[in-house]
């Protein structure tokens, strides 16, 4: 199962304090605006995602479709077969993916201490 990229979704308090913080670590902003609240951003193949007001905790975040520079891959798991994949073995997820539609769409799960996962396919 291909997950696509990897990053660690942050719920901040204030998107420009960690901004400063996170860039002082060596990251950059590679997407995402502080008008929309939130940021992505990247420190060689780490990335983490800066959210302020967006969703409560953090969480672990994986894009099919992407690769670590957020460009598209040609061949990926579709998150519509993810989330098959993983109700045959048995995972109960927090919210489902639509299985008639195409396209973006988006699955959330929990893992066995509570900690979210966002499995968020954007084409």
């Not at 997407?31 to 969480?59: P, R, T, V």
């Amino acid at each position: 199962m291909k997950l696509g990229a990897f990053s660690v979704s942050l719920s901040v308090k204030d998107l420009q304090k960690s901004k400063d913080f996170y860039e002082k670590l060596g990251f950059s902003s590679m997407g995402g605006s502080m008008e929309h609240n939130y940021l992505i951003m990247k420190n060689g193949d780490h990335l983490i995602g800066l959210f302020q007001a967006m969703f409560d905790g953090n969480m672990l975040t994986f894009n099919p479709g992407w690769d670590q520079n957020a460009q598209n891959l040609e061949v990926f798991d579709d998150v519509r077969d993810i989330q098959k994949h993983l109700k045959s073995q048995g995972v109960e997820l927090s919210k489902e993916a639509d299985e008639t539609t195409e396209g973006p769409e988006h699955i959330f799960l929990k893992d066995p201490d509570g900690n979210m996962i966002l499995i968020d396919q954007h084409r």
